[in-house]
């Protein structure tokens, strides 16, 4: 795959006996997923499967048990068996071959759905249509879609869990297709909803902020915590240190109770297991930080397919290219999600997957003893709205180019930057960041506003766009983060604009992280699609204002008519040091929607300006990398990805280009010196320079990553060799 320095598969060696421990899931950093079909049990090779652990360097696996289909001797009835199980037993099998490798075990277990003889003879498990009538499997005929808020899940899956806990030596049970689809309308559903929340179910394409909408939302979230809990204290009432720990797949994370979900999910797991369409290489990383953005104590595994992945299609028995499943992986873990491969069907007929797995597992695993001691780190944050209202309605989860922009532009700007929960938003929360981000954010409770207005005037700075300074009301109060972006009333403007242009106010502006640098030899750029007319406050600063619109047809009438007048970009400064950058259009979702290099560089020189100079970790040279920053004491380590591909803006990745010509300048920290600089990738020391105290290293070409780490030590000691 690499044709340069390609990272090869550590020497193997077994892993120390995986610890029965409530805190096992410490260990369990590289896993093997085998989801079998159900003529596995006579084709299936084991010894492969064992063999692929060891190549991968897997300290944990999840194999295929029951729910659906069981491939182990289950005791419960109506708990279909593969047909070809016969008296043997290829979980346990395999349970057995991993633990000789001291690896971690999880069973997984799919409730989704059942086959027409506990259909028949179990009606009250499956799911109802709004007609009464049960829900058939979309995709294969004589299954049904069971109901997750019944006792198929509360009685027959819990005993599934038992069953398993108490007959094999695992650590867990994952719950995979565990959540429903959609609303089930089954009589005792509807009886349940509207006993607890006083309403009928919402009809099928319901207004999702209508009152029976928003109540199903609250009802399910704490129905399914509930069941969470059940499944959980269930298995540790058999084996004190297990855990069940269901898919989140695409159920949100913010549509649990966190408070069960803190007690509960020692780890979490996110099934985006490839690229869907033309999504982005850094999409990965951004999985992870969104799940850090909720709960950035827990540890979070990225599962990958070596299959392709598609919303649309399902090739689940097929194989990716190799070049794009080792970044997927290798995508994940620099920004802190571990790595999880997933292989559908226990039988190989493409083996090309193997060798990119075992390269990144590899390459995981020669980085995670430099990683594991350091925490990520940035200056800069991200407010991730995420889905207000979840998952549960066509067309909720409406495409949010407003945070893809900001994304990206941070991205090829290689600023590193961490995301935060909206939900979140709280002082304990964003403290530690110099610069917050709100790419669109509306809906911010009352008490979130005084937390922005006090880190701003603790000298805190922040950056908005479009909505976010546009007065909003929610369930607890009106919102209007207008005052702090200098803004003293804001209104949308009403349709899409056409052919709309920013005039550069320069007015003798000078300066290394002005607004207007980089744009010389222009006096307009293109200006938004999605305005908002906002009136300015004494004080703030307009570095760019709207041109009147004018007609883009017929050609001859395409000019200006009037001199620019209304505020696209307004600044602050206060007292306290803190900045605010506001841009009255949808800066973010035009920059996603028309990838122009213009709105990128509105972005970064507006986050630059914010900070007042340079990030403390920043790289240069061609091409697009993503960087994330791991600080511990006395030391930190760089992670430079390798985005760079013939096609980096759509997604599909056909092969890894070394990138050369990189550079990475890092701020030294007071009273420090440079010690070391090496690679953890190829163990070299690297030859450094200090000026106006930043450390700078080029690099050599790099493949799918490399991983700077500096040491600091006092600044009265022998400077190191290396420095020049």
């Known amino acids: 795959m690499n044709s340069h320095n390609p990272v090869l598969p550590l020497p193997y060696a077994p892993q120390k006996s995986a610890a029965r421990s409530a805190t096992w899931y410490k260990t369990a950093t590289r896993w093997t997923q085998l989801t079998f079909v159900e003529d596995d049990p006579n084709r299936a090779d084991p010894d492969f ?3 692929v652990m060891k190549r991968s360097r897997s300290n944990a696996v999840c194999i ?3 729910g659906y289909m069981a491939f182990y001797p289950t005791q419960i009835p109506f708990h279909y068996t593969s047909r070809f199980l016969g008296d043997s037993d290829l979980f346990g099998e395999l349970v057995t071959g991993a633990r000789k490798l001291g690896m971690h075990v999880m069973a997984r277990v799919d409730p989704h759905a059942v086959h027409a003889d506990a259909a028949a003879a179990h009606p009250e498990w499956l799911a109802r249509d709004i007609n009464g009538d049960a829900v058939p499997h979309w995709a294969l005929p004589d299954t049904w879609v069971t109901c997750p808020f019944g006792p198929y899940n509360t009685d027959f899956i819990t005993d599934i869990v038992r069953e398993l806990v108490g007959s094999y030596d695992i650590d867990a049970v994952f719950m995979n297709r565990w959540q429903g689809e959609g609303v089930s309308y089954t009589p005792a559903v509807r009886e349940r909803f509207r006993d607890d929340m006083g309403l009928d179910l919402p009809l099928p394409g319901q207004d999702p902020s209508s009152e029976e909408a928003r109540a199903w939302k609250t009802w399910r979230k704490q129905r399914l915590s509930e069941l969470v809990a059940l499944w959980d204290t269930a298995a540790k009432d058999v084996r004190p240190h297990t855990s069940v720990i269901p898919n989140l797949g695409s159920l949100s994370i913010h549509e649990l109770d966190r408070d069960l979900i803190g007690k509960h999910y020692p780890l979490f797991f996110i099934d985006r297991q490839g690229r869907d369409g033309v999504e982005p290489l850094w999409s990965p990383g951004r999985n992870a930080k969104r799940t850090r953005g909720v709960f950035p104590d827990r540890p979070v595994g990225l599962i990958t397919s070596v299959g392709p992945e598609n919303h649309q299609h399902r090739w689940k028995d097929s194989v990716n290219s190799p070049a794009e499943t080792a970044m997927w992986i ?7 999600a571990f790595p999880w491969f997933t292989k559908f069907n226990g039988k190989v007929a493409d083996d090309r997957w193997i060798a990119p797995v075992a390269e990144a597992f590899s390459l995981h695993a020669l980085l995670e003893p430099a990683l594991e001691r350091k925490t990520i780190h940035a200056q800069v944050a991200v407010i991730d709205p995420g889905h207000p209202f979840g998952a549960q309605f066509p067309g909720e989860h409406a495409a949010r180019h407003h945070d893809d922009g900001f994304y990206h532009a941070l991205v090829e ?4 930057f961490e995301l935060v929960a909206q939900q979140e938003l709280s002082m304990e929360r964003i403290a530690g960041f110099d610069v917050i981000v709100l790419p669109d954010v509306v809906g911010l409770r009352p008490e979130q506003q005084t937390v922005l207005e006090a880190y701003v005037a603790g000298g805190g700075a922040l950056v908005g766009a479009f909505e976010s300074a546009v007065p909003h009301d929610t369930d607890s109060g009106r919102s209007d983060l207008g005052p702090l972006f200098g803004i003293s009333q804001a209104r949308v403007r009403p349709g899409l ?4 242009y920013i005039e550069l106010q320069r007015d003798g502006r000078a300066g290394e992280f002005d607004l207007t640098r980089g744009f010389d030899g222009a006096e307009r750029v293109i200006g938004g699609t999605q305005i908002v007319d906002a009136e300015v406050r004494d004080g703030a600063d307009v570095p760019f204002r709207f041109i009147p619109d004018f007609p883009d047809l017929p050609m001859e009438e395409v000019y200006r008519r009037a001199s620019a007048d209304s505020p696209a970009v307004v600044t602050t400064q206060n007292a306290a040091g803190g900045r605010t950058v506001y841009f009255s259009f949808n800066v973010g979702a035009i920059f996603w929607e028309a990838l122009q290099p213009d709105h990128g560089r509105l972005i970064k020189n507006a986050i ?3 900070l007042d100079g340079p990030p403390d970790v920043t790289g240069s040279g061609p091409g697009i990398v993503e960087l994330a920053v791991y600080r511990g004491e006395d030391e930190l380590s760089v992670c430079i990805v390798n985005l760079t591909n013939p096609m980096a803006m759509k997604g599909p990745l056909r092969e890894i280009i070394p990138l050369v010509g990189q550079s990475l300048s890092i701020a030294i920290p007071s009273g420090r010196q440079v010690a070391t600089v090496r690679s953890e990738v190829s163990g070299r020391q690297f030859a450094f320079s200090v000026d106006s105290g930043r450390v700078r290293v ?12 500096v040491t600091w030590q006092a600044a009265d000691a022998t400077p190191s060799e290396g420095a020049s």
């Open 49 to 51: 499967w064992i063999d």
């Open 698 to 709: 080029d690099l050599p070409a790099i493949e799918m990553m490399e991983v700077v780490s």
């Open 64 to 66: 295929s048990a029951g």
């Open 330 to 336: 290798v995508a994940g873990f620099a920004q802190g």
């Open 608 to 610: 630059l300006w914010a």
């Open 497 to 500: 604009v056409k052919n709309n």
């Open 413 to 416: 700007a290689r600023i590193p």
